[in-house]
């Protein structure tokens, strides 16, 4: 079961870079273990009957830049094979394309986990000066740990997806990192439970990775182990107690196990190490008004629409604080930005026919507005009873048009 959330914007908090050099990628090329493609199931049935003495090996994935010309991608193959040969031979490796600029290896042979690193170094240096263009390495070893043979492939691809994330010219090795990333693309495409699996074997490289520990906790919470998520973040809290992620995600779980003192507690811990993140303005202010501490949720809520103007929600609960003080021409700004924002917000509909409805005033727009939230939502007897209002108000209005007509005739 997905947690469900009075509002999109509230959610768990993973972390993201804020280096503006570091970017996702577009492909990532992890989805091969579980999307494979033609020529990667050939190079997995290669390698499954590759005989290579104490399975100790190092796979690699290289790619050149795909903005190189037409001309240099043509070349590629040829260069590579011939670059392969040279380094190595094919009595001790295999390799294959991928596609037109990717290609994957496994070799042995060497004397140490050093000297195989540096024929790897050897190649790229090769292949790069032959092309003109830099080149982008994820590499996995083995033996790696406990990981199985079987793991060496699937962690160069993750490898890869990690040295990605800072564009070609770059090389990764495989290690805890990239597990958080797989995990991430995981959890990105909805498969949770092996995103958890990811993060574990991430934890089990390096036990205090906070990053490892909040994404892990991310997962319980979104499968709904909401104890298994508290513990998680709980352990990354004491490991690093001013980590903001950590404190509102803590806040989060205790608000959705609906212990709202609690969860405003760590809220407000959060806002005093950062009083700049946009889930921790909207949820405290949203959780202080429902407890009636309506002047201290003001602050934060309108600190929610500083720093993200897009949000709808943060508005319509002003607007909302504005209709209960009686003030509905300034409850009708703010549910007007709400409704821009997300027009099938039912409550802001709602509420923004309802101040204009108590001013008078475009009350035929009103009306639809009232209708709209009514049909979002049929069995919300509030939004009944806002319609039913306007609808008198709108009635009446024209009752006195058709007076006025019928006196000026």
């Avoid at 870079?17 to 273990?33: A, G, N, V």
């Avoid at 997806?161 to 990764?172: E, I, K």
Wanted: hydrophobic letters at 40%.
């Amino acid at each position: 079961m997905t947690p469900k959330f009075f509002a999109k914007e509230i959610h768990f908090l993973k972390s993201g870079s804020k280096d503006q050099e570091i970017h996702p990628p577009e492909i990532y090329y992890s989805d091969l273990s579980h999307s494979p493609s033609v020529r990667f199931t050939t190079f997995q049935e290669r390698l499954a009957g590759t005989t290579i003495p104490d399975d100790r090996c190092i796979c690699t994935l290289v790619q050149i830049d795909p903005q190189v010309s037409e001309e240099t991608v043509e070349t590629a193959k040829d260069v590579f094979e011939a670059c392969f040969n040279a380094v190595l031979d094919k009595e001790r490796g295999i390799w294959e394309h991928l596609d037109d600029t990717t290609f994957v290896l496994v070799f042995w042979d060497y004397a140490d986990e050093k000297e195989g690193l540096r024929l790897v170094n050897l190649l790229k240096d090769k292949i790069s000066q032959r092309l003109g263009c830099d080149l982008l390495l994820g590499i996995a070893v083995h033996p790696y740990r406990d990981f199985d043979f079987d793991r060496i492939l699937p962690n160069a691809l993750k490898a890869f997806d990690h040295a990605a994330f800072f564009g070609h010219g770059h090389t990764v090795s495989f290690d805890g990192i990239s597990l958080n990333i797989s995990g991430d693309r995981l959890f990105q495409l909805g498969k949770y439970d092996e995103a958890i699996q990811e993060y574990k074997l991430g934890l089990a490289i390096d036990p205090k990775n906070i990053n490892l520990l909040n994404s892990l906790g991310v997962s319980y919470g979104i499968t709904d182990q909401l104890d298994l998520a508290l513990e998680t973040f709980e352990l990354a809290w004491n490991i690093s107690p001013e980590e903001v992620m950590v404190i509102y995600n803590i806040g989060l779980i205790h608000r959705i196990k609906e212990n709202e003192d609690k969860s405003i507690l760590y809220l407000k811990k959060a806002h005093g190490i950062n009083p700049d993140i946009f889930e921790v303005e909207l949820l405290l202010g949203h959780l202080l008004f429902k407890q009636g501490r309506v002047d201290q949720s003001v602050s934060h809520l309108e600190a929610a629409t500083r720093i993200n103007p897009a949000s709808g929600t943060a508005f319509r609960i002003l607007g909302q604080i504005l209709l209960d003080k009686n003030d509905p021409a300034a409850a009708a700004a703010q549910f007007n930005l709400a409704v821009k924002n997300n027009p099938l917000d039912a409550q802001a509909l709602s509420g923004y026919a309802k101040a204009m409805g108590l001013q008078n005033r475009n009350l035929s727009i009103a009306l639809s507005f009232a209708r709209k939230a009514r049909d979002i939502d049929p069995e919300n007897t509030d939004y009944e009873a806002v319609l039913e209002e306007i609808q008198e108000r709108y009635d009446a209005h024209q009752a006195r048009r058709g007076d006025k007509t019928i006196k000026s005739a």
